[in-house]
């Protein structure tokens, strides 16, 4: 019983990424997304063992064709694409908040800290995929994927921390 009930909170950790991760604001080649903000919260609520089979169910689901990437688009070519950095970025992005966060569970300092680490593996891993997708410098490619995100990015952290520390112990409570 407890591994269909385990079973059922990751599906529904990954249609929540699903439902979410579609918003966003077009700004050129890199949209502004939503699906960190959720990715966040999951991660920094949930162990290792939850978050990141929900983010690859998630990717895996994007990747066969359902519309669950920005814009509600979806496919390999989105992952293979010029996105395809980022995407591929909230698997390590997922690992290092939810390892942070189980780690050091009544610090509240974990959430934002480990938000922005995780936030800087998925500029590294955007940034580098987009130099070689476009085939751009890397100074070219970080005025695209990094710069225009960073005040977005200190919203959504903020967000998402004061989300996760009032909701972690009450889904903790769930899956336990």
Do not use: Q
Request: net charge positive; hydrophobic share 55%; aromatic share 10%.
């Amino acid at each position: 019983m407890k591994y269909i009930k385990n079973l059922t909170v990751r599906a529904i950790l990954a249609a929540a990424i699903c439902v979410i991760a579609p918003i966003c604001i077009p700004t050129g080649s890199v949209p502004v997304t939503a699906a960190t903000l959720i990715i966040f919260i999951i991660s920094a609520c949930t162990d290792i063992s939850f978050s990141l089979p929900a983010v690859l169910l998630y990717i895996a689901l994007g990747a066969f064709g359902l519309p669950v990437f920005s814009g509600f688009s979806g496919g390999f070519h989105i992952v293979a694409g010029v996105t395809g950095g980022f995407i591929l970025g909230y698997i390590p992005c997922t690992c290092a908040i939810s390892l942070i966060c189980s780690k050091f569970r009544e610090k509240k300092f974990a959430f934002p800290l480990s938000m922005l680490l995780g936030s800087f593996i998925c500029y590294i891993c955007g940034t580098a995929w987009h130099c070689f997708v476009t085939d751009s410098s890397l100074i070219s490619s970080a005025a695209v994927c990094i710069l225009p995100f960073i005040p977005g990015d200190i919203i959504k952290i903020a967000a998402a921390s004061a989300i996760s520390i009032s909701l972690r112990p009450r889904l903790r409570s769930i899956i336990k």
